[in-house]
C-alpha cells in the first residue's frame, strides 16, 4: 500500500497519510473486507487511489494561496514616507518648463501611450519622445531628489 501511495504522490510523507486514512477506513468498514466481493488487497489499494484522487481534487478546487508582499502590508512609516516621496516628485516636476511637465504627466500619471500624449497635447509623437527624454534628464540633473533634512541614513 505503501509503495502504490508514494507512486501515486510522489511524496513518502504524503503517502504515509494517505496508507493511514486508508486503514483507519478499513477498521470502521470491517464488512467491506469480508463480503467476498474481491480481495482485501485490491479494496484497499482501491481505497488509496481514491483518496488520493479527492486530495488532488480538493486542491485543485481551492484558489491558489498567495503570501502578501510586503508592499501591500503598509505600515505608518512607510506611509510617511511615501507622502514625503510625492512631496519631492511634486517640487520637482514644479522646477520643469509646463511643456516637459505636460507630457510627464501624460505618460506617467495619465497612463498614455506616445501617440495617445500627443494627440491630447496636439503635439507630433516625436516631440513627446524628445520632451519626456529632456524632462526626465532634468529630473535626474536635480543634486537631491530630496528636500533638505529628509537625508536617509546608511543602513
Known amino acids: 500500500m505503501l509503495a ?5 504522490t510522489r511524496d513518502r510523507a504524503a503517502a504515509e497519510d494517505v496508507v493511514q486514512e486508508a486503514l483507519v477506513r478499513a477498521w470502521r468498514h470491517p464488512d467491506s473486507l469480508v463480503n467476498g466481493k474481491g480481495s482485501v488487497r485490491g479494496w484497499l489499494l482501491t481505497v488509496v487511489r481514491n483518496i488520493v ?3 488532488i481534487r480538493a486542491r485543485n478546487a481551492r484558489a491558489t494561496e498567495v503570501r502578501e508582499s510586503p508592499a501591500d502590508v503598509a505600515s ?4 510617511a514616507e511615501q507622502v514625503v516621496n510625492a512631496m519631492v516628485v511634486v517640487d520637482a516636476l514644479s522646477r520643469l518648463s509646463a511643456e516637459h511637465r505636460e507630457v510627464l504627466e ?5 497612463g498614455s501611450t506616445v501617440t495617445e500624449a500627443a494627440k491630447v497635447l496636439g ?3 516625436g516631440t513627446v519622445k524628445s520632451r519626456s527624454f529632456y524632462a526626465l534628464r532634468a529630473l535626474r540633473e536635480v543634486k537631491t531628489l530630496r528636500p533638505a533634512g529628509t537625508e536617509r541614513s546608511a543602513s
Open 106 to 110: 501624460q505618460l506617467y500619471l495619465q
Open 4 to 8: 502504490y501511495a508514494t507512486q501515486l
Open 76 to 79: 505608518d512609516e512607510d506611509h
Open 53 to 55: 484522487t479527492d486530495q
Open 123 to 125: 503635439i507630433p509623437p
